[in-house]
C-alpha cells in the first residue's frame, strides 16, 4: 500500500477536495432524516400548507445540494484515481525499459503484462476507492450512530451492540484474503503468458492442428485461476451474508420496539421513520467498510506485485574506472577468459527464484579492431547470441573482461554504450507504423540516410514496388511483410544511424543467397568504418570476416581467418563441405 499513498501525494490538493466534497455531501444526506422528521413530526401536525412546502421545498433543495456535491466528487476521484494510475503505469514501462536481462529473464514478460494491465487497474480502483468510499463509509456509519444517539438512545443501543462484531469479521477475513489475490493474480501470469504463446504462435498451432490440444491447456491454467479467484472472492464474500442478517435483525428490533414506544406514545412516529432510514445508513457504512475491505486487499496485492518491479534495485550499474582492470591488450572490441551462466541460485530481490545455473559461455576470448568484422559461427544454443547480449551490456558477464574502446562495458552509461550500436536480432520486431518509422525508429535520421541504408539492406527494390513505398503502413509485428522482407527492413534500420558497431544476429536467414551475398558486399564497402560482428548459421556469410569465431556448448573450439579454420578446426571443415555440398 506504500506505493498507492506514494503515487497519490502527487495529487493530494485535489484528492484533498475530492474527500471534503464527499464529506460535506454525506454530512448534507445525514440531514435528510432529520428534515423529514421535523415535517412529519413538527410541520404536518400544525395543519398549515404554507410551512409543509416550505420545509419541503427546503428537503428538496438539500437533496439537490447532496447530490450536486456527491457527483462533483465522484467525477473528481474518478479523475485523480486515472491520473495516480497513469503515473503508476508510466513508472512501471519506465522501470522495465531498465530492467538487466537477468531481471526480465526472473519477472517473465507474461507477468510484466499483468502487471501494467490488472495489477494497475487494481491500484486505480484502490485509489478511488479511498478517496471516496473511505470518507462516506465511516461518515454514514458514525454520523448515523451519533445521530441516532440523539433520537433515541435506547433504540441506537441495538445498532452499537452489533458493530464491534461486524468490524473484526470484516478484518480478519480481509487479512485472509491477500494472500489469497496475491495467489490470483500469480494464476494470471500464468494465464496471461499461455494466451501470448498461442497469439504470437497461431499459425504454427492451426498448421499442426493442435488448436483443441491448446484450447484444453488454456482451459486448465484458466480454470485455475478461476478457481483461486472463486476461493478468494468467496472468502472475501463471508461477511456479507452475515451483517446483513445481523442488521436486518437489528431493523427488525428496531420497527418492533420503536412501534411499541409509538403507541405508548413515549416517541413520534416521525423519530422511527428517521431512525429507520439511519439505520440504513448504518448497514450501508458497513457494507460499505467491507466493500473497503475487499477492494484494499485485492489492490495491496497487485500493489506488492507493481513495486517489486518499480523498487527492483538496478544490477547494472556504472562502475568507475578504478573499480575495473584495464585491458590486457589492445582492440576496439575485446573479450578476456568470459564464463557467463543464465539463471540464480536463490532468489533475486524481486522475490522470484531463477532456475539453476546454466552454463552459457567459457573462457571466451578475442579481439577485432576497429573497422574490422567477427563471423560468429556454430550450432544451435552454443552462445552466440549471448556473446551479443554481454557486449550490449544486457547482462554482466560472470568472470573476465568485455572490453569496447579500451573500456569495460560497466563504465559506460548504459545509453552511451547502446548508441554506438546498430543491431539486428534473431527475433526483431516490426512496429505497426510507416515502414520510414520503423527504419528511423525515432533517431536523428536524415531521409538520405534512410535511402542509402534501404539501399545497403538491399529493400530499395521491393519498398519502390510498394504503392506508398517508404509510407507504407506495416501491420502489427509485420503481419503483412514476408520473412526477408522483414530482415531487409531491420539490416536498414541497424545501418540507418551509421553505427560505429553493426551486430547481425542471423540477420539474414530468410534470403537467398544472392541477396545475402549482395547485401554483405554493400556493407562492406559503403560501411568501411563499422566494427560488424555477424552471428549467422551460414559458413557462407561469414567466411569473408576478418576473423570468424566458432563456438560449441559455449565454448571456443575455433578462432582465426576462414583459410586457419579450414586447416586446423575440423568442426568449421565438416561444416563447410556439407553446406557446400562436398558431402551427399
Known amino acids: ?226 478457481r483461486s479467484d472463486i476461493t478468494a472472492t468467496t472468502v472475501m464474500a463471508i461477511p456479507g451474508p452475515f451483517m446483513q442478517m445481523c442488521l436486518n435483525t437489528g431493523l427488525a428490533l428496531v420497527v418492533v420496539i420503536g412501534a411499541g414506544r409509538v403507541n405508548r406514545g413515549v416517541m413520534d412516529p416521525g423519530v422511527i421513520l428517521a431512525f429507520l432510514t439511519y439505520f440504513n445508513m448504518v448497514t450501508m457504512g458497513v457494507m460499505g467498510l467491507s466493500r473497503i475491505f475487499m477492494t484494499m486487499s485485492r489492490a495491496s496485492a497487485s500493489a506488492n506485485r507493481i513495486a517489486a518491479v518499480i523498487n527492483a534495485d538496478t544490477d547494472l550499474k556504472v562502475l568507475s574506472e578504478d573499480e575495473v582492470k584495464k585491458p590486457s591488450g589492445e582492440g576496439f572490441i575485446r573479450f578476456e577468459n568470459v564464463d557467463f551462466s543464465y539463471g540464480e541460485d536463490s532468489a533475486d530481490k524481486s522475490g522470484f527464484v531463477g532456475e539453476s545455473r546454466e552454463k552459457a559461455l567459457t573462457n571466451i576470448s578475442f579481439t577485432v579492431q576497429k573497422g574490422e568484422s567477427l563471423g560468429i559461427i556454430g550450432p544451435t544454443g552454443c552462445g552466440k547470441t549471448t556473446v551479443v547480449n554481454l557486449l550490449m551490456r544486457f547482462y554482466d558477464a560472470d568472470s573476465g573482461g568485455v572490453f569496447v574502446d579500451g573500456r569495460d562495458v560497466r563504465t559506460y552509461d548504459k545509453d552511451e554504450l547502446r548508441r554506438r550500436f546498430g543491431t539486428v536480432f534473431q527475433n526483431d520486431v516490426v512496429f505497426q507504423d510507416t515502414l520510414r518509422e520503423n527504419i528511423s525508429f525515432g533517431r536523428q535520421v536524415t531521409e538520405e540516410g534512410i535511402l542509402e541504408a534501404v539501399r545497403d539492406a538491399q529493400a530499395a527494390e521491393f519498398i519502390a514496388g510498394l504503392p506508398d513505398g517508404l509510407d507504407h503502413e506495416a501491420a502489427i509485428k509485420g503481419a503483412n511483410l514476408s520473412g526477408g522482407q522483414k530482415q531487409r527492413i531491420f539490416v536498414s534500420r541497424a545501418l540507418a544511424a551509421r553505427p560505429e558497431i553493426l551486430v547481425l544476429d542471423d540477420s539474414s536467414s530468410a534470403l537467398d543467397y544472392k541477396t545475402d551475398a549482395a547485401m554483405r558486399r554493400a556493407i562492406l564497402d559503403n560501411h568501411p568504418d563499422s566494427t560488424t560482428v555477424m552471428i549467422a548459421q551460414r559458413v557462407s556469410s561469414v567466411m569473408n570476416m576478418t576473423k570468424i569465431l566458432v563456438l560449441d556448448n559455449g565454448r571456443c573450439i575455433g578462432y582465426g581467418t576462414h583459410e586457419e579454420l579450414m586447416k586446423n578446426c575440423k568442426p568449421y571443415q565438416d561444416t563447410f563441405k556439407v553446406q557446400m555440398g562436398e558431402i551427399a
Open 1 to 226: 500500500m506504500k506505493l498507492i499513498f506514494k503515487y497519490m501525494g502527487k495529487y493530494k490538493k485535489f484528492i484533498f477536495i475530492a474527500m471534503l466534497m464527499k464529506l460535506c455531501g454525506t454530512v448534507v444526506e445525514l440531514l435528510l432524516p432529520t428534515i423529514f422528521e421535523h415535517i412529519i413530526d413538527v410541520v404536518v401536525p400544525e395543519g398549515k400548507l404554507a410551512p409543509v412546502l416550505l420545509w419541503g421545498l427546503g428537503m428538496f433543495a438539500t437533496a439537490i445540494l447532496c447530490r450536486e456535491l456527491n457527483v462533483r466528487a465522484n467525477r473528481r476521484g474518478i479523475d485523480n484515481a486515472h491520473h495516480v494510475s497513469y503515473d503508476v503505469r508510466q513508472e512501471l514501462f519506465r522501470k522495465t525499459m531498465n530492467l538487466s536481462g537477468a531481471q526480465f529473464d526472473a519477472f517473465g514478460l507474461p507477468s510484466i503484462i499483468s502487471r501494467m494491465t490488472s495489477d494497475s487497474y487494481n491500484v486505480q480502483s484502490a485509489v478511488q476507492q479511498l478517496q471516496l468510499m473511505c470518507v462516506r463509509a465511516p461518515m454514514m456509519l458514525i454520523g448515523g450512530i451519533i445521530v441516532s444517539l440523539m433520537m433515541d438512545a435506547s433504540l441506537a443501543t441495538i445498532m452499537i451492540v452489533m458493530l464491534p462484531l461486524l468490524i473484526a469479521i470484516i478484518i480478519g477475513v480481509s487479512a485472509r484474503g491477500l494472500p489469497l489475490y496475491a495467489k490470483v493474480q500469480q494464476k494470471l501470469d500464468v494465464v496471461v503468458r499461455v494466451m501470448r504463446e498461442n497469439i504470437t504462435g497461431i499459425r504454427v498451432v492451426k498448421a499442426l492442428s493442435k488448436a483443441d490440444y491448446e484450447k484444453r491447456r488454456f482451459a486448465r491454467v484458466n480454470e485455475e485461476m478461476t
